[in-house]
């Protein structure tokens, strides 16, 4: 058993509450402290209410448990933080600067920061190598592409090891998502299982990369157990999955389920869509820290409609 102390901020989203679990099957339960705006009456273990947007509270937890690690996952997604841009750069960016600065006077070992696909912009054709201009469309994109060259300023002015994937849309069975312009294609399969019609909110042909929750998990502690001379990445590591659109997710649930059906009502998230790449060029990643996926977009589908059917029927 590993010995840290690990604090999980945003614990009880789509990643957070997967990724809880997964970081207690390695390092131990009481070692990673789930925290969040308001606690799980599900999981209420070795949890702190937390709005990381209070640097003080956030002092004191990480005081109280010798926190060695921080992964942020608190944030609003790009969806949603179109609906109120100054307030989703505010909450955004603060609780940022503050496990940034938390970190930094309290000696954290290591900090990860999840970034997104949506740092691309418009000036991405196709398929985003790591080293893409990124001129990003969403409020969301901006903050996380600052977030980014912030991890790379304290990496390089104070030393701190800070380790980021731009991970792509996250599909999970095990979490719902929270505002994000991927939702669909998790929303997708549920609506399959429970022998409902599905309205997408994207056009059929707009290709997103995605990952299977599985092998992010696996991304992102691979990345965090890497040696510290492997990382060359200090920004935020390109990561692929999979890429598709709704037509194809369609058509590989239409593979297991051959009733379902599908309508297609593009709403504001397809331009945001559209200012996404379509593919993600991860050689970095599997240069540096020996990435390499498990999941096709029909093996994903096969497992999300088994582990839905049994929370369904
Ligand atoms: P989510 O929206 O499901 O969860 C975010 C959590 O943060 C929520 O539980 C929310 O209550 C919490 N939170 C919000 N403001 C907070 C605050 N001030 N203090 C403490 N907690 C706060 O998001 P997610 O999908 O789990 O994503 C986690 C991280 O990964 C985010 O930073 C997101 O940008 C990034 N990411 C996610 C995806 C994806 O597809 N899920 C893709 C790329 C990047
Ligand atoms: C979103 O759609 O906002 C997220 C992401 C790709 O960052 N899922």
């Known amino acids: 058993m590993k010995t840290e102390s690990i604090l999980v901020i945003g614990a009880n989203g789509q990643i957070g509450s997967v990724l809880v679990e997964y970081l207690r099957g390695i390092y131990g339960d009481n070692k990673v402290i789930a925290s969040d705006l308001r606690v799980n009456p599900d999981r209420q273990d070795y949890f702190e209410v937390l709005d990381a947007t209070d640097g003080t509270a956030l002092q004191q937890i990480v005081k109280r448990h010798k926190i060695t690690q921080i992964y942020h996952l608190a944030a609003i997604l790009s969806a949603k933080g179109e609906q109120d841009p100054l307030n989703t750069w505010q909450i955004n960016m603060q609780t940022y600067f503050n496990v940034l600065e938390v ?13 997104s696909i949506a740092v691309f912009g418009a000036h991405v054709h196709g398929s985003a190598d790591q080293f893409s201009y990124l001129d990003p469309s969403t409020v969301y994109g901006i903050s996380k592409a600052a977030g980014e060259n912030w991890s790379n300023y304290y990496f390089t002015r104070y030393g701190m090891d800070i380790r980021s994937l731009r991970y792509p849309g996250i599909i999970s069975y095990q979490s719902m998502p929270g505002g994000g312009t991927t939702d669909y294609a998790v929303d997708i399969y549920h609506k399959a299982v429970k022998g409902e019609h599905f309205d997408c909110f994207l056009k059929e042909d707009a290709t997103l990369p995605m990952i299977y929750m599985s092998d992010a998990l696996d991304a992102t502690v691979r990345l965090m157990e890497a040696p510290s001379e492997k990382i060359s990445v200090r920004t935020g590591y390109n990561l692929a999955g ?50 390499r996926p498990a999941y096709s977009l029909d093996k994903m589908t096969e497992e999300m409609i088994q582990e839905l059917r049994k929370k369904y029927e």
């Open 103 to 115: 970190a930094r006077e309290h000696g954290v070992k290591k900090i990860f920061y999840p970034s």
């Open 242 to 291: 999979m890429s598709f659109s709704p037509k194809e997710i369609y058509e590989s649930i239409r593979k297991v389920i051959p009733a379902f059906e599908i309508s297609y009502n593009p709403d504001y998230r397809q331009a945001i869509a559209e200012s996404w790449p379509s593919e993600i060029d991860d050689s970095e990643a599997r240069k540096d820290w020996g990435w």
